[in-house]
Nanobody, 115 residues
Framework: QVQHVESGGGLVQPGGSLRLSCAAS????????MRWYRQAPGKERELVAS????????TYADSVKGRFTISRDNAKNSVYLEMISLKPEDTAVYYC????????WGQGTQVTVSS
């Protein structure tokens, strides 16, 4: 059974930073691309960042480029999202996702950016 368990969210002031973590299980993690998505209230879920199986290729949404960094540790079956210079518009529930297993979503972790 594929599972994703996200953690690390919280309340942070504008300009602050957070590091999200996702522990994945139920598949051969090191073989698959991983992604982070987010969903703000009243909005559709959007792709934030993607990382190839080996970690050597990453892509980002224009809205987070230069502020967010995706990384992975294949020995720990984990993917991370480092977020700096956070803005109120980054407020959302953040999810990690394996596109090769499209049925499976975790519960996500809430990020709230507010003063």
């Amino acid at each position: 059974q594929v599972q994703h368990v996200e953690s690390g969210g919280g309340l942070v002031q504008p300009g602050g930073s957070l590091r999200l973590s996702c522990a994945a299980s139920g598949f051969t993690f090191r073989a698959f691309t991983m992604r982070w998505y987010r969903q703000a209230p009243g909005k559709e879920r959007e792709l934030v960042a993607s990382i190839a199986s080996t970690g050597d290729t990453t892509t980002y949404a224009d809205s987070v480029k230069g502020r967010f960094t995706i990384s992975r540790d294949n020995a720990k079956n984990s993917v991370y999202l480092e977020m700096i210079s956070l803005k109120p518009e980054d407020t959302a529930v953040y999810y990690c996702y394996a596109p090769s297993f499209p049925r499976y979503w975790g519960q996500g972790t809430q990020v709230t950016v507010s003063s």
